[in-house]
């Protein structure tokens, strides 16, 4: 009997979504059996996990595992569990509908994509493995009933516009997924999924470390009798296809990389190859084996709040949770695993784990291992591993610098930093201090949104013409942690945008020191007038930090720089607008002229009774906004004068 039977369309960009897949995005076709058995895999963990959580719910589980079917007469192949199964509502979340951002955005990368490659990676980034099996399969029909309820669901689709969802009363608890596979097509890479070597050669490359048992009826050939009544009969006999040893319990020396990897690809849910893995084992006090995995590409949501972080947990092997958040910080999400501790209850919770000292333990320890890790790379001769991990993921570890502080030493020496030492390779910080001219006591840095927003600012003028070396930092979290970390190896951070910048020797401060005391004579009340005129700085002076340009603005040494305002704004925080410092080239001609015109006029500029000259203020306010990348508060009141000056210049 069934009941409750709907039709539903796929969504539109599920639909186009499935249409890359049964036109073969890539070549691998194999890999659709992986993702079933791994799907099944984390619904017999479920499964034990959830019987010692509800002592109420009656299920078998002395008996769990995986089970291939083969129909070939009918060319049928089915992957069965008797795990958690799910629910009604579940099967329409998780397999009717793409209920996922990112679905546009990943179609938009594989047209982009220039390889299979590059298109088989960004398949597994989006996790979208369940429908890999509309490669191999014309119409997959899905079966399931969740542990604890009385009716289950069957979804079928031929991944077409439609798929239909119905209530059936009969299913057994668990989840089969039946692929009615298509005609074998060697030269499209489409093999005969009914064929035993090809089951078993697939479950030994891809799930041989899966913990339960993968079995399937095989026919085996037996002899009876003996002499002359001696005859040949074939029988089916039940076969276990997979070793199901962990991986992360065998020393690394009896582990291929291989093995390896396809273990990472079954922890990450990901199609790309790890970049680095960390197996450790700790004993004494506590023990725990850990087997980790720094991946070579960053997930799409590695910035979206819909990122699920943290490693797998299981105690003596048997599986606790996924994204175990409390052994992993947040600035290192990216990292991938298991984590097996000894000593834990089965029965324990995300709000224990976040108390538990042996937890609190091993998370420092794993944090430690990962960041040697990363150091050792940055160490070695051949820098491509490292440097494809900063690239993935460097903006991610910087901001351990805000919160990590007992590894923030060890942080600041792994980072890597555009400068303008050079246009193409970045600098460590260690390199940087190793370039530090004499007499140089500071790390000289710059934050921004561009390279080149930065590098045109009239704040590096000063710095170009003195060979000084400035930090580009254009990264979003660039303008938080420079605000809490002091220095590196005692050499202190020094944004060139805030407070006052000396770069002059002694013996240079001693030839223009009379210079200056006149240009301060000579300014002084030019400077006043301004500062009255201009309400939207806190303060007008000179400076000796711009060769070329007129004017340039500057905060004080702890005001919030002007992206960092805009970043608390667009995150709906309120934050009191900050007046900054309007500094003058006492050499430039502007500067000159402005205060020549305002001593020939001074009583009447005092009075506001010569307009031209405020307007030149507002518009040398105005062009020191525009330099360094800011936006006016009044673009219509400057673009109106600056167009009525240059109409008088002709």
Not at 452 to 460: A, D, F, L
Not at 522 to 531: K, N, R, S
Not at 634 to 642: N, W
Request: charge should be negative.
């Amino acid at each position: 009997m069934t009941e409750h039977v709907e039709q539903l369309e796929f969504q539109a960009e599920t639909h186009q979504l499935l249409e890359l897949m049964i036109h073969s995005v890539y070549s691998n076709k194999d890999t659709f059996l992986r993702e079933l058995i791994s799907n099944s895999s984390d619904a017999l963990d479920k499964l034990r996990l959830e019987s010692f959580r509800d002592k109420d719910l009656h299920v078998e589980t002395s008996d769990l595992h995986i089970e291939l079917e083969v129909d070939k007469d009918n060319r049928i192949l089915t992957v069965r569990d008797n795990g958690i199964g799910m629910s009604r509502a579940e099967v329409v979340d998780l397999i009717g509908t793409l209920a996922k951002s990112g679905t546009a955005e990943l179609r938009k990368k594989l047209n982009e994509a220039k390889s299979e490659a590059a298109a088989e990676e960004l398949i597994g980034q989006f996790g979208i493995g369940f429908y890999s099996t509309f490669m191999v399969a014309d119409k997959v029909t899905l079966t399931t009933r969740k542990a604890g309820e009385t009716e289950g669901t069957r979804w079928e689709s031929e991944g077409q516009s439609t798929y239909t969802i119905e209530t059936v009363d009969d299913g057994p608890q668990g989840t089969s997924v039946s692929l009615h596979l298509k005609p074998a097509d060697e030269e499209d890479h489409l093999f005969d999924y009914t064929l035993e070597w090809k089951l078993r050669e697939i479950v030994k490359k891809y799930s041989d470390f899966i913990a339960w048992p993968i079995r399937m009826q095989v026919e085996r050939t037996v002899t009876e009798g003996e002499g002359e009544e001696k005859t040949e009969k074939t029988i089916l006999e039940e076969q276990t296809l997979n070793s199901m040893k962990a991986l992360w319990t065998r020393p690394k020396s009896e582990v291929s990389d291989e093995e390896y990897k396809e273990f990472y690809k079954h922890v990450s849910h990901g199609w790309d190859d790890p970049l680095e893995i960390i197996p450790m084992k700790a004993e004494g006090t506590f023990e725990y084996q850990a087997l980790l995995f720094i991946p070579s590409h960053a997930p799409f949501d590695l910035f979206t709040r819909e990122h699920k972080r943290g490693v797998q947990l299981y105690v003596k092997r048997v599986f606790i949770m996924d994204n175990c958040e409390e052994l992993m910080p947040e600035y290192l999400r990216f990292v991938k695993g298991v984590v097996d501790a000894q000593d834990l209850s089965l029965n324990v919770s995300r709000e224990i784990l976040q108390q538990d000292r042996q937890i609190q333990m091993i998370r420092k320890r794993l944090v430690k291992k990962v960041l040697s890790t990363v150091k050792d790379l940055q160490g070695a001769d051949d820098q491509e591993k490292y440097q494809t991990f900063w690239k993935e993921f460097g903006r991610v570890l910087k901001e351990g610098l805000l919160s990590d502080f007992d590894n923030r030493e060890t942080l600041l020496q792994v980072s890597s930093f555009a400068s303008t030492n050079s246009n193409e390779e970045l600098t460590t910080l260690a390199q940087y201090v190793e370039r530090m001219k004499d007499g140089q006591d500071a790390i000289y840095y710059m934050t921004g949104e561009t390279r080149q927003q930065i590098e045109s600012s009239p704040h590096m003028e000063a710095f170009k013409a003195k060979g000084r070396e400035v930090l580009i930092l254009t990264d979003p979290v660039d303008e938080m942690w420079v605000g809490s970390v002091t220095e590196f190896d005692g050499k202190p951070f020094q944004s060139i945008a805030k407070g006052e910048v000396d770069l002059e020797t002694e013996e240079e401060k001693k030839a223009t020191e009379s210079l200056r005391e006149q240009q301060d004579k000579d300014f002084a009340e030019v400077l006043t007038w301004l500062g009255k005129t201009l309400d939207t700085v806190k303060e007008v002076r000179l400076t000796n930090r711009l060769t070329t340009s007129p004017a340039c603005l500057v905060g004080d040494v702890f005001d919030f720089t002007p992206m960092l305002e805009r970043m608390y704004r667009a995150s709906g925080q309120l934050v009191p607008e900050t007046k900054r410092i309007l500094e003058l080239n006492p050499t430039h001609p502007l500067v000159t002229g402005l205060r020549d015109a305002y001593d020939t006029r001074k009583q009447d500029a005092d009075a506001g009774k010569v307009p031209e000259l405020t307007e030149t203020a507002e518009l040398l306010y105005g062009t020191a906004v525009l330099a360094e990348g800011g936006e006016l508060k009044d673009p219509a009141r400057f673009a109106q004068i600056l167009t009525e000056r240059l109409t008088r210049t002709l």
